[in-house]
């Protein structure tokens, strides 16, 4: 189990790295190409750049599926990164459809908001299931410390899921050839990604057929202690988890630094999933023992929840 100091370490690293956005360049990619869409503008959040992939045999005459990812300035290219790591999106799904693994796929990578990536991705209603005092601790979590993590700004998740289905969709679904239906409609992200994505498919099951939640952040804060976050998530997903006949989930965790603190949360969100009917067959749960919280872990295993979501077979 990681210390609170080496925890907020961490935490505190990727607030402020997450802050400064990194390099706006466009990505060099491997395999395919990057259409940018600079400063993508909502009624609902705050602007910021949207980064398209499309593959190398890329056919306006075929339909492709589409998967949508968090933090988008961290998919593709190390070299621009804050961390100087990336998850190599392209490098991954490109050779997995070369090979015929997977079906032919687009990824939309829609940057997160710097200082409002807390607020956009933190689940809103679980949030607002709190009683007052407990919304209070939550917002002003570790404000006094260098890793503040909503930088006063309100939950805003409801709003930042308005964003990807009322306005970001319906423009990918017009300017690209692609499946619209939620069979062929996918999410993705880890960590506070991981939960937002989880909060997608729950919130939208008629948009979102698949949702893969990488190391996915279930304590909401930093801290453990008398943290209310956890039970309000599992209260939330008792009642709004989607219907496992027509969708698919995938959770993992790692088991170093911040991974640390998510295995036993895990089990108690498996609880939940197997009572609300998924199985094998449609739910996936899978620990990496010595794995950390690093788009560099991530990377490795990138290739499980697209191979079960995606998959040809």
């Known amino acids: ?17 997450f802050q400064c956005m990194g ?23 705050t602007t910021r750049h949207v980064d398209v992939w499309l593959p190398g045999n890329y056919d306006p005459g075929k339909k492709y599926a589409v998967l949508y990812m968090h933090d988008g300035q961290m998919l593709f290219d190390a070299s621009i990164t804050w961390n100087r790591q990336a998850w190599k999106v392209d490098s991954i799904a490109g ?11 687009i990824v939309v990578g829609i940057w997160n908001g710097g200082t409002t990536r807390h607020a956009d991705y933190f689940p809103q209603k679980p949030f607002e299931s709190l009683n ?6 939550i917002l002003e979590a570790d404000r006094e410390d260098s ?6 700004h309100k939950i805003n998740s409801d709003n930042y899921l308005k964003f990807l ?16 239906g939620k069979d062929h409609t996918f999410i993705a992200g880890s960590s506070m990604g991981g939960l937002i994505s989880l909060y997608a498919i729950c919130e939208y099951p008629e948009v979102f057929g698949g949702a893969a939640c990488l190391s996915t952040h279930w304590p909401g804060i930093l801290s453990m202690e008398n943290n209310p976050v956890p039970d309000a998530f599992l209260r939330y997903l008792e009642v709004h988890l989607p219907d496992p006949s027509n969708h698919l989930i995938y959770f993992d965790y790692g088991t170093e630094d911040l991974d640390a603190l998510y295995p036993p949360l895990q089990k108690q969100v498996n609880k939940v999933m197997k009572i609300r009917g998924f199985s094998e067959k449609n739910w996936i749960t899978r620990e990496f023992p010595g794995e950390g919280h690093s788009e560099n872990a991530w990377k490795r ?13």
């Open 1 to 17: 189990m990681p210390t609170m100091n080496s925890i907020l370490s961490i935490l505190g690293f990727l607030s402020i790295s």
């Open 165 to 180: 289905v009322r306005e970001l969709k319906p423009f990918i679904d017009k300017k690209y050839s692609i499946h619209t």
């Open 23 to 45: 390099d706006s360049s466009i990505p060099n990619v491997r395999s395919g190409t990057i259409d940018r869409y600079e400063n993508f503008s909502s009624e609902y959040v």
């Open 132 to 137: 007052r005092k407990d919304k209070k601790r």
């Open 301 to 313: 295993r990138l290739h499980i929840p697209l191979l079960f979501m995606l998959s040809e077979n």
């Open 147 to 152: 890793a503040s993590l909503f930088q006063g």
């Open 95 to 105: 050779e997995l459809m070369e090979k015929g693994k997977i079906r032919d796929v």
